[in-house]
């Protein structure tokens, strides 16, 4: 069984960081891509980063670009989600969430497995 849990998020000043990680197992084979995403009260879940495992390639919106990193451990089957410079707008629960055949990994819809969440609250 496919288990993703999240850990390291926190309440932290406006302009500090937040290392998440995800912690994977229960697979039988390498995911293709993994995702981090996160949802705010009242608002759609948002794509923030996606790492494809194979080749390491990484995706962010506008809104975290320069100041969030995803990457992967693959000894570990871990993949952390680095936050820095966070602002309030950041607040939200994050989300590591997997996919493990091919796809375009954009969308929420598209990955298969999901962590419990892990909270992130910034103050200004």
């Known amino acids: 069984q496919v288990q993703l849990v999240e850990s390291g998020g926190g309440s932290v000043q406006a302009g500090g960081s937040l290392r998440l990680s995800c912690a994977a197992s229960?697979?039988?084979?390498?995911?293709?891509?993994m995702g981090w995403f996160r949802q705010a009260p009242g608002k759609e879940r948002e794509r923030v980063a996606t790492i494809y495992t194979g080749n390491g390639n990484t995706y962010y919106p506008d809104s975290v670009k320069g100041r969030f990193t995803i990457s992967q451990d693959n000894a570990e089957n871990t993949v952390y989600l680095q936050m820095n410079s966070l602002k309030p707008e950041d607040t939200a629960m994050y989300y590591c969430?997997?996919?493990?055949?091919?796809?375009?990994?954009?969308?929420?819809?598209?990955?298969?497995?999901w962590g419990q969440g892990t909270q992130v609250t910034v103050s200004s």
């Open positions: 969430a997997a996919r493990l055949r091919g796809g375009l990994c954009r969308t929420a819809s598209e990955y298969n497995y």
């Open positions: 229960g697979y039988t084979s390498s995911s293709f891509c």
